[in-house]
């Protein structure tokens, strides 16, 4: 008696609580947005062409030099003569400090710069002795491109415009793959909808066919009919089990790769089909005026993937430039204290430049080849999608015409049945047959709801940026308004 009054309060609150609320698609299409695989893979892909961003940039930061030893030097010996010291022509030898200090600085223009001092401190010979040598040597290396100078053709300032190229383009590719993952969860959801919906159309078979079973026992029992008629139906039930079983199977794993994108329970509350996409009987008309050009420029203008690929043709570009100006001759500016001296060199055979030239022409020409190709991908994506669209509105359009005619029969018979007109097994048919045009129905209904994602993702008009867009993408898989 004591636990059945603690048990009492706990059903009353649980009759008292609210069902819960149906899943919406937005909340599916936000985590997807969020937590995607593809957009996981895509955040390390960002990731690494912003840090090769940052190396190519490193180019142009200033490097400090220094090196420290013992340099062994040889000079005139020092004799004191009446008082006076002068050098003989014998030579002495010493071990004395050398230091060497500089930087260097590539500017984005081509030039480059190297300052730099050597000195020898504490050294035990004069700098008379040694003719100035261990006097503080200023030092200036200046290398100045001959041709294409002053305009960043060069390989340092090519590499880090084509790195940002490539970071600019990595952060497209991270949308595409947004937009990859909000059309695959919509898919996901769709399906689990159609299965939870086709699992209760065949549970209600089920039962009507074990009632039939029920009154087919009491009929043989009597002496009515037959043994072999009360198999016929047990063996039928036993068909329609294995593929309520079949269904139930799909559902469940559905709902599991729903659970684990939202990081919830599996037991989720989900709507119909028809509930959660209501205006899809009416989409026949809207399907028949899509054009399948201007569907096309929409795409090219928003696909991100497609302007992914412009900005790798364009740092193919760069590249290819700057592997043509190396093949420039070099030109080098030395100064020091004791003179300048310009040092010019070229290769004679250009091997090592001309492999260079021949390998970014290739890539710049891979790139263009691989963007040419998609825009081909896109015309046929679009010119397909438009025509699954509108075969499976017709389909849905005739399984709801048949759906609604037979649920009439089904009405008729019925009452056929209790008039005496008409037998259960004829009835049976006739439910069997509703089934599977409510099953048939579903999966109409679930293809027009695909076709209609994969044209969204096709055309590249689902939205990825700012917190609304969920709710927007919710409401664009939905519409037929492009």
Known sequence: MLAVALLLPQAAMAQALPPAPPLELSAVVAAALDHGSKVARADFRLAQAQGRAQQAAGAFDWRASARGGWAHLYYPKV?????????????????????????????????????GITFYPGSAASSAQTIGLTRPRPN??????????????????????????????????????????????AETYWRCLAAGEQEDVLEDNLLDEQAYIETRRKLMAAGQ???????????????????????????????????????????????????????????????????????VETAYRNRPDLHALEQYVTAAGEKLAAAR???????????????FFVTFSYSLEGNVEEGA???????????????SQMKDQIRQDVSQGVAAL?????????????????????????????????????????????????????????????????????????????????PRDAVLLKSLSF
Request: a negative charge.
């Open 140 to 185: 200036l290396n200046l290398q100045i491109p001959l041709m294409h100078g002053f305009d960043g053709t060069n390989d340092a300032a090519a590499n880090e415009r084509a790195s940002l190229e490539e970071v600019d383009a990595s952060k497209l590719e991270r949308s595409a793959a947004q937009q990859q993952s909000a059309m695959e969860s």
């Open 357 to 371: 030239t021949t390998a970014a022409s290739a890539q710049a020409g891979e790139a263009r080849l691989n963007l």
């Open 225 to 295: 009919i037959s043994p072999l008629a009360l198999e016929q139906a047990l063996a039928g039930q036993d068909d329609q089990m294995r593929r309520l079983d079949t269904v139930r199977s799909a559902a469940a794993k559905c709902r599991a790769n729903l659970a684990a994108l939202l990081s919830r329970d599996s037991n989720m509350h989900l709507p119909t089909l028809a509930a959660a996409f209501p205006e899809m009987d009416n989409f026949s008309s809207g399907a028949g005026a899509l054009r399948e050009t201007s569907l």
């Open 390 to 470: 509108r075969s499976s509105l017709a389909v849905l359009a005739d399984r709801r015409r048949a759906e609604g005619t037979l649920s009439r029969v089904i009405a008729d018979a019925e009452k056929a049945v209790r008039t005496g007109g008409m037998d259960m097994a004829t009835l049976r048919g006739l439910q069997d047959q509703h089934t599977e045009a409510r099953v048939a129905l579903v999966e109409a209904r679930l293809d027009c709801a695909l076709n209609l994602a994969a044209l969204r993702l096709v055309t590249g008009t689902l939205v990825v940026e700012g917190g609304d867009a969920a």
């Open 79 to 115: 004799r004191n003569v009446n008082g006076v010291n002068v050098l003989t022509d014998n030579l002495q030898s010493s071990w004395d400090p050398e230091i060497t200090a500089g930087a260097s600085k590539l500017f984005r223009n081509g030039i480059q710069i190297q300052p």
């Open 325 to 339: 100006a190396s093949q420039d001759p070099k030109l080098n500016l030395v100064i020091d204290p004791n003179g």
